[in-house]
């Protein structure tokens, strides 16, 4: 999927239970197609692209299942399916087009679960849509995701607003994971193409559904006594420099704590 680095929402329409392959042995077959960015005459540039994974557990193996955090990967995770899954394929179609400062992209994946002790097999799905100007600048397409921008002004650097929709919707035939639409505001600035600091604001109203397996423990509680809607609100605050990110949240909920802060290193 394309990368978005202006979006601290990180937020993955499945986020896969990989305890279960610490043991067991698992199958997968995945792949992606990515169409080199077009540049139109009006001065557009477009781009596309389309991913499949498949995925089958062992015989002795764990069932897959798919929980999800609300907005950022700090919180614990606030809607989860059952271990329901024998198998199952992902499908997913993305896009972006970017003139000048002002970019746009978005992405929608379905899964198809096998469900063996289901009705019917399941359909789970989620996506988002987002929109961002950048003043003093202006972003890039390369190797299929977004790159470091290129700033006009090298002393004071670029300034980046941006809007976000996201929703993921873990509810299907015989299961009741969840749902949850997200809607975020951000506003970056970069002194550089490698140095970014940013602040966004979050906020989300969930559908818990009806299963506390591998939940935080806060919503699995409030499940256990049939409370089913959460309102969550947060601030995340980022510093970003080419391998290091070091993220700070102040998170607003009824089961949270109120912050989290975590710092990724990445190779």
Known sequence: ????????????????????????????????????PAAT???WT?????????????????DFRNRQRPATNIPGRIISTLRIGDSDVFTGIEFAALKD???????????LVNCSTCADDPVIGGGYIEAGWMIGGNRNLKGGRFDGPTISNKKIGTVEFVLRFDTIELNGANIAGGDYPTL?????????????FGVNRFHL??????TGAGLDPAF???????????????????????????????VSGSKFPQIYSTLHRFN
């Not at 109203?205 to 009806?210: Q, T, Y």
């Not at 699995?220 to 990110?245: H, K, M, P, W, Y």
Request: charged share 20%; hydrophobic share 45%.
């Open 46 to 62: 477009l781009h596309g692209g389309a991913s499949f994974r498949y995925r089958t557990k062992s015989d002795a193996g764990f």
């Open 205 to 210: 109203n969930a559908d818990l559904g009806a």
């Open 41 to 43: 005459e009006n001065g």
């Open 220 to 250: 699995a509680d409030a499940i256990a006594v049939s409370v089913r809607e959460e309102n969550v609100t947060g601030v995340t605050l980022r510093a970003q420099f080419d391998v290091c990110n070091l993220t700070i949240e102040l």
């Open 1 to 36: 999927m394309l990368d978005y680095a202006n979006a601290d929402a990180e937020n993955s329409a499945f986020d896969v239970d990989s305890s279960a392959f610490r043991t067991f042995k698992r199958t997968a077959i995945a792949g992606r197609i990515v169409l080199h």
């Open 184 to 196: 975020i505001c951000g506003v970056d600035w970069w002194p550089t193409d490698l140095l970014r």
């Open 101 to 111: 400062g002002f970019w746009t992209a978005a992405e929608y994946g379905v899964s």
